[in-house]
């Protein structure tokens, strides 16, 4: 792999334009998620865009007029069709290539095809195995080998930060890395990959979504984030050091957003690969002040503007390497955005030391992601960029700040021993109290267990009722009597007051979290991502 790389934003681009080109001419646009037209995905759901855009652009329909069976795992044969039908249904001469593809099957010319372009993958003896699900890592082979098909170059210098990067099979290293590099596939909870694990068509269709969309700018149109706010491409930096992949996929999404040019802070003595292992080096390293060698250089870094500084938060603090860097250069007169990624640690200190080692610069308040909020990263990323006019630096420099409360309002923390969740509020008066009360500083309930359904615990203050007749799913948030907070992990029906819901935990997790016994939960607010 080449480290300290910078990679153009055009890189891509002109991949997913092709695609586009095929995929959307006269085609309507991605249908609004109120309208997904199966009853099967709810409009909230993760996936749900992702959805309406397949169907829109006939790319992937329902297993149905009325369902699209999100969990349903998606066949070796129908991938490969879908790519086939992007590529405009091509025909080729060559037929039954592999033999146990027979050749009157409805997937059979797109197999004969994928196979005639290089695109399939031989699983040996001349097998395709079109009727097994596909796996991840096949999926991301299929995605990479239809853009070689293409003839399009692509940067494939990145280096794989899955922790179950082990687990990869050889044949598929170089399409991850790409997929990954390329933010197609950002994986799953944990910085997993899953590469053997089987791919639902909710996952299909929104690495899908990505694969046709990401870093597509539609400057004709004016509707990317750089073109509203008038800044230069060449302008800004997204320079990020990061040691899980976390921080390198919240960079990703920065750079696809703004155009900006990416580059990796690497150190010239790599970290160990053990996290624990990494954070004892790290708080040696920040006990004795180290700076560290870094193993490549910004070209030219006078001519950016605009420099986004992105690290993890170990031990409250930047990585040595970050501090090591902005010694490097000089910043004076630059923006500087710094954005960071933690377990559930806030990022003062952090902020406060690169307004400290920058102090000619314009260091704004940034993005502040926690492991809680990674699901909704990118969203968070969009929200934060969206209200920042990155052209206009004298409106920064005359002290102009941004604010992202917007994309959060509705959003509070639940922090159970180390494990922070997040709830979505409802929008009513007592969801308005709580937050007015939590505006306050955090609040800490005692709970208990009740009929083996809920957790209960006193709120200490009445807050105004809403009390409509109830039937409870896991994750549901409840004021009861006025005055205490009910999480529930079992149905249940009653009149009560809703709160809101957790976000995305399965009734399995949340009950691990709870535990069986008495347990006390702390609520806040988000830290503010811009104050």
């Known amino acids: 792999?080449?480290?300290?790389?910078?990679?153009?934003?055009?890189?891509?681009?002109?991949?997913?334009?092709?695609?586009?080109?095929?995929?959307s001419a006269g085609a309507p646009a991605s249908a609004s998620v109120e309208d997904t037209s199966f009853s099967d995905v709810d409009a909230s759901a993760w996936y749900a865009s992702a959805v309406a855009y397949c169907r829109?652009?006939?790319?992937?329909?329902?297993?149905?007029?009325?369902?699209f069976s999100p969990q349903m795992t998606m066949s070796r044969a129908m991938f490969t069709t879908i790519l086939w039908r992007i590529a405009g249904n091509p025909e080729t001469a060559v037929n039954q290539t592999f033999a146990d593809v027979d050749s009157n099957q409805w997937y059979s010319s797109a197999i004969d095809w994928a196979a005639y372009e290089g695109i399939a993958i031989?699983?040996?003896?001349?097998?395709?195995?079109?009727?097994?699900?596909?796996?991840?890592?096949?999926?991301?082979?299929?995605?990479?080998?239809?853009?070689?098909?293409?003839?399009?170059?692509?940067?494939?210098?990145?280096?794989i930060r899955f922790v179950d990067s082990q687990s990869i099979s050889n044949w598929a290293l170089t399409a991850v890395a790409w997929a990954q590099g390329a933010g197609i596939i950002t994986g799953k909870p944990g910085n997993l990959f899953d590469p053997q694990g089987s791919a639902t068509r909710a996952e299909v269709v929104v690495i899908l979504h990505r694969f046709l969309t990401t870093n597509l700018f539609e400057s004709d149109n004016e509707t990317s984030v750089v073109a509203e706010h008038g800044a230069d491409e060449s302008n800004i930096l997204i320079a990020y050091f990061s040691h899980t992949g976390n921080t390198q996929t919240l960079a990703q999404y920065i750079h696809e957003i703004t155009g900006?040019?990416?580059f990796e802070i690497v150190t010239v003595n790599p970290y160990p690969a053990d996290y624990n292992e990494c954070l004892a080096v790290a708080h040696r390293e920040l006990q004795?002040?180290?700076?560290l060698a870094l193993a490549a250089q910004v070209e030219n870094m006078a001519k950016y503007d605009v420099v986004f500084i992105g690290h993890p938060i170990w031990h409250g603090h930047t990585p040595?390497?970050?501090?090591?860097?902005?010694?490097?250069?000089?910043?004076?007169?630059?923006?500087?955005?710094?954005?960071c990624t933690s377990g559930s640690s806030g990022n003062s200190q952090a902020m406060a030391t690169i307004r400290d080692m920058c102090p000619n610069s314009t260091v704004l308040d940034g993005l502040s992601i926690t492991r809680a909020m990674l699901p909704d990263a990118r969203n968070l990323a969009e929200a934060w960029l969206d209200g920042m006019n990155i052209g206009n630096t004298s409106a920064w420099t005359?002290?102009?700040?941004?604010?992202?409360?917007?994309?959060?309002?509705?959003?509070?923390?639940?922090?159970?021993?180390?494990?922070?969740?997040?709830?979505?509020l409802v929008d009513n008066s007592s969801s308005e109290a709580l937050k007015d009360l939590l505006a306050s500083g955090s609040v800490t309930i005692d709970m208990r267990d009740y009929g083996n359904m809920e957790k209960v615990g006193s709120l200490g203050v009445n807050?105004?009722?809403?009390?409509?007749?109830?039937?409870?799913e896991p994750g549901d948030l409840i004021l009861y009597q006025g005055n205490s907070v009910v999480i529930y992990y079992e149905p249940h029906s009653w009149s009560f007051t809703r709160l809101g819901k957790i976000n995305d935990i399965t009734q399995a997790e949340l009950k691990e979290v709870l535990g069986s016994g008495n347990v006390t939960i702390t609520l806040s607010l988000p830290v503010p991502v811009i104050p």
């Open 56 to 67: 829109d652009n006939n790319i992937v329909s329902g297993t149905s007029s009325t369902t």
């Open 398 to 424: 005359d002290g102009m700040t941004t604010d992202n409360a917007a994309a959060q309002e509705n959003i509070i923390n639940i922090q159970v021993g180390d494990t922070v969740l997040t709830a979505t």
């Open 463 to 472: 807050l105004p009722t809403n009390d409509e007749r109830i039937s409870t």
């Open 260 to 262: 900006g040019d990416l």
């Open 122 to 159: 031989d699983f040996g003896s001349r097998a395709f195995n079109p009727d097994a699900p596909v796996t991840r890592e096949e999926m991301a082979t299929l995605l990479y080998r239809y853009a070689e098909y293409k003839g399009i170059g692509m940067d494939e210098s990145v280096q």
């Open 1 to 23: 792999m080449v480290r300290g790389y910078v990679m153009k934003a055009n890189k891509l681009c002109s991949l997913l334009l092709v695609i586009i080109i095929v995929v």
């Open 320 to 339: 040595m390497a970050i501090r090591s860097f902005l010694e490097a250069y000089d910043f004076s007169g630059k923006i500087i955005l710094p954005f």
């Open 288 to 291: 004795g002040d180290y700076r």
